[in-house]
């Protein structure tokens, strides 16, 4: 169970990530987090209200405020971090927060058997080289590492935080529905410091650009929260280890949605990185 809920998970963050991707071509980027999560708090509101979920509230939930304020951040560092570029330098780094989920796994007792320490080594190298990292001629300022490194230690931060944020299902609605209340304020706050330094809020055509592409916000948002319930489904099912780096493999899915939807070629590093991630995952089920 930990396996499949873990493979859900990254193929709800590469498909959200995907979407997020296709639409801040034409949005602001801020825009589309705040407006993703606007939505995501609506149904997750509905669902906490329809489940009695609000009685599950406790200590805990303070890993979801955190997961809240860490993820915003960590999206904002990725996105100037891919503005500094080169980007093949840039995504493929910043899957590597996946160390800190597998770090806590480690810390709290996790011991992988040999077969699946091979395939969490694998996989992780997989998921680099999906990136399609640019591994010569690729000038590099020291500010993007820097800033790719935070983002990245943000988003493990998150899955590591998220994990530890409710023991039982509907407690778990609660802690996404805190967690995604706490991505609004973030980046709502965010949004608005960078309007009044002349930062763009709205796309070129104003708000009737947004309404017409809420259909795909409303996916990105939701994909997001249904890939945090399944990766906190999957780490209190089985070994942290192994759902962190198969919860990972997301740049995979990204990857292979870029080919399919958009034509882009995969490069010959980016296939192998591909072919890898699987190796991984297949150690990783059987290990």
Known sequence: MTALFALATSLLWGLADFGGGLLTRR?????????????????????????????EAGPELWYAVGAGVVGPAAMLAFYKALAL???????PLGSLGVVVPVSVGLLVGDRPGLLQFAGIGVAILGVVLAGGPELRGAPVQRQAVLLTLVAAF????????IAEASTTVTGLFLALFVQRVTNVLVGGGALYASVKRGGRGLPDGGP???????????????????????????????????AAVLASLYPVVTALAARGVLKERLRAVQAAGAGLALAGTVLLATG
């Open 85 to 91: 570029g080169p980007m093949g330098v840039v995504s």
């Open 27 to 55: 949005i602001p980027a801020l825009t589309v987090v705040v407006v993703s999560q606007i939505i995501a708090v609506l149904v997750l509101g509905a669902i906490v209200l329809a489940t009695g979920a609000w009685s």
């Open 154 to 161: 943000g988003f493990g931060s998150v899955m590591a935080l």
């Open 208 to 242: 009737a650009v947004v309404r017409a592409a809420l259909p795909a916000l409303a996916f990105v948002g939701l994909a997001d929260v249904a890939a945090n319930g399944t990766y906190a489904i999957a780490a209190q099912q089985g070994p942290v280890t192994v």
